[in-house]
């Protein structure tokens, strides 16, 4: 089955640390995207990418990189310089036709400890 | 520019009422709208989509939603709830001229009352 898949489903880190949220797709999608979401809010835009090696800054995009060089994968790196950065982490694709939705991973809750 | 608007942080119904989840959208061109729910820990899952046609459009576990232009509107609706339906529902809007990124609405919660 085609999907999106996002590891590890939890990850804590320690102050000062940096961590790397997996997303992997098999469904030949050229866009791939990744969102925050924080308790009682909505979706926030950290980067996104249309196609292999080319990637853009979206709301959110401080405290975090991101690398695109193979078509399947878009790993989003948590850096020491995010200050908050407890909150739920969602990825997600999409074909860049229009009239095409996104396919969500089910998301990496990251947590400092 | 391009926005989606969800009124209601939150919308409690009785199961077995018809439920009612709000959307006005803005775009520049022809909209593209989606509708997605989240339960609790979990990705958004896609539910139904409106992209050109009939106005009414039918999707995933017996939700429709009705596109209305004039309106600029994509309510999500169903006739009987379930205390099953309870979760995080988004609105999307993708513009048809052009930028291929779909804009979110900031979620309402719907809570099913038994």
């Known amino acids: 089955d085609g999907g999106i898949t996002q590891s590890p489903k939890y990850l804590f880190r320690k102050e000062g640390q940096n961590v790397t949220l997996s997303c992997e797709q098999n469904?030949?999608?050229?866009?791939m995207y990744w969102y925050r979401q924080d308790p009682g809010q909505g979706l926030r835009l950290i980067y996104y990418?249309?196609?292999?090696?080319?990637?853009q800054k979206g709301d959110i995009a401080e405290g975090y990189s991101v690398s695109r060089e193979k078509k399947e994968s878009f790993p989003l790196t948590v850096t020491s310089a995010q200050k908050n950065p407890t909150a739920f982490y969602l990825c997600?694709?999409?074909?860049?036709?229009?009239?095409?939705?996104?396919?969500f991973g089910s998301g990496t809750r990251l947590t400092v400890v | 520019a391009q926005s989606v608007a969800q009124p209601e942080d939150q919308v409690n119904v009785a199961e077995g009422n018809p439920l009612t989840v709000k959307c006005t959208y803005s775009v520049s061109g022809n909209p593209y709208l989606f509708w997605y729910v989240q339960y609790p820990n979990r990705g958004l899952q896609f539910l139904l989509k409106?992209?050109?046609?009939?106005?009414l459009v039918k999707g995933s576990y017996g939700f429709e939603a009705e596109f209305n232009k004039s309106q600029t509107s994509f309510h999500l609706k169903k006739p009987s709830a379930l205390v099953s339906d309870s979760a995080l529902y988004f609105c999307a809007v993708r513009d048809s001229t052009g930028a291929n990124n779909l804009f979110f609405g900031t979620g309402t919660r719907l809570t099913v009352i038994p």
């Open positions: 409106y992209i050109t046609g009939d106005n």
């Open positions: 997600a694709s999409s074909k860049s036709r229009q009239g095409y939705g996104y396919t």
């Open positions: 469904l030949n999608h050229d866009a």
């Open positions: 990418s249309q196609i292999v090696n080319d990637f």
